[in-house]
Structures are given as C-alpha cells and as structure tokens.
C-alpha cells in the first residue's frame, strides 16, 4: 500500500524557516517524481514545487522561487521541502503527491502538514 | 499562467440524481486535464486521468470526458458519500494549476 507521510509543520514567525518532510513506503520511490501541493485554509489546491525521481530537474511555482528548496533522499525514501523567508501568505496545509508514471497528475497523497506563518 | 474554471462553484443535489461539472482553460491543454475529489478534512483523491482515463478502485459512476478547452466531470447516480469538492488540474504548462474548486452537497 502507498503511503506518504508529512511532518515538520508548525507555528513560525513571518520571516523564518522550517523544514518538510515525506516519508515514503509501499513502493519504490526512486523511480517516481514527487510534488508539494498546498492548500491555505478555507482554500483551493496550489501546485508548489516538483522534483524528478533522479533530483536531474525541478520545478518551482513563481510565489515560492527563491524562498522554498525541493530535494529528496532516495536512500531515506523522503522528500524535502525547506522554506525559507516564509511569509503569512504561506499559510497552508502541505501535502506531498506522488507524480504519476507520466509525471503529469498526483496519483496519490500524503495526509498533509499544516504550517502557520504568524507573530 | 493557464487558468481552470469550473461551474458552478457549488451543487446541492438529490441521491441518485446526475452532476454535471465543468471546467474550462484559459487555452488549449489537449487532453492534459486531470480531476480529483476532497472530501472535509482529507486529502485529494486522483478520481479520473487525461480528462477521461478512468482509475482503479474508482467507482465507475465517476466519467470525464471533453478536450481542448471544455472539460465535464460527470456522476451518475448520485450517492452520499460522494459529498466532496472536486478540483480539475491541468498538466499541459508549467505552473501546473487547478480549478477553484466544485462543492457538491447531498440535499
């Protein structure tokens, strides 16, 4: 069964950092592209960030380029999602979604982590 | 930026009655459309690929269909638990996007 896993969320004040998690298992991550998709509350769906199974090409949303940072660890079967500079606009549900084979539509989700920008 | 529409924002429907959703691009995304369902407080859920390749475990009164710019999300039968929002997404350009959301309600 496919599972993924976020942590790291957490209450942190305009301007600072935190580092996501994603912990995979249930299928063999290195041949699979990943994305961080979020979801401020009340909100819609906004594509964050993608990364390739080989880390060879990543994508970013222009509202996070320059601040956020996608890796992952193949040998640890996690993803990465370090966000630096936050802003209260970044308030949102962070959820993981593993990209189908394509790489095109996120076959399956992670439960989400929920970040808080406030003072 | 391509940017999903969808109608209406919000349905209240019978059980076993027909939705119908629509989402419509901004331009032309061939058949790079993807739809997905959100029930309160879990995750999406992929419900149907390339606008109209159906998923495993999908209940089949789950239908896309439509190219180009026009797109459908089509249940039929209607049953509760299909109370949900349901989002398009489209994967043809970078950024990827996604429609404003449908919330459809059981009467």
């Known amino acids: 069964e496919v599972q993924l896993v976020e942590s790291g969320g957490g209450l942190v004040q305009p301007g600072g950092s935190l580092r996501l998690s994603c912990a995979a298992s249930g299928f063999t991550f290195s041949s699979y592209s990943m994305n961080w998709v979020r979801q401020a509350p009340g909100k819609g769906l906004e594509w964050v960030s993608y990364i390739s199974s080989s880390s060879s090409t990543i994508y970013y949303a222009d509202s996070v380029k320059g601040r956020f940072t996608i890796s992952r660890d193949n040998a640890k079967n996690s993803l990465y999602l370090q966000m630096n500079s936050l802003r209260a606009e970044d308030t949102a549900v962070y959820y993981c979604?593993?990209?189908?084979?394509?790489?095109?539509?996120?076959?399956?989700w992670g439960q989400g982590t929920l970040v808080t920008v406030s003072s | 930026e391509i940017v999903l529409t969808q109608s209406p924002d919000f349905q209240s429907v019978t059980p076993k009655e027909k939705v119908t959703i629509t989402c419509r691009a901004s331009?032309?995304?061939?058949?790079?459309l993807h739809w997905y369902q959100q029930k309160p407080d879990q995750s999406p859920k992929l419900l149907i690929k390339y606008a109209s390749q159906s998923i495993s475990g999908v209940p089949s009164r789950f239908s896309g269909s439509g190219s180009g710019t026009d797109f459908t999300l089509t249940i039929n039968s209607l049953e509760a638990e299909d109370a949900a929002t349901y989002y398009c997404?489209?994967?043809?350009?970078?950024?990827?996007?996604f429609g404003q959301g449908t919330k459809v309600e059981i009467k």
């Open positions: 331009q032309s995304i061939g058949s790079s």
């Open positions: 997404h489209q994967s043809s350009s970078l950024p990827w996007t």
């Open positions: 979604a593993r990209a189908d084979p394509n790489g095109l539509n996120f076959d399956y």
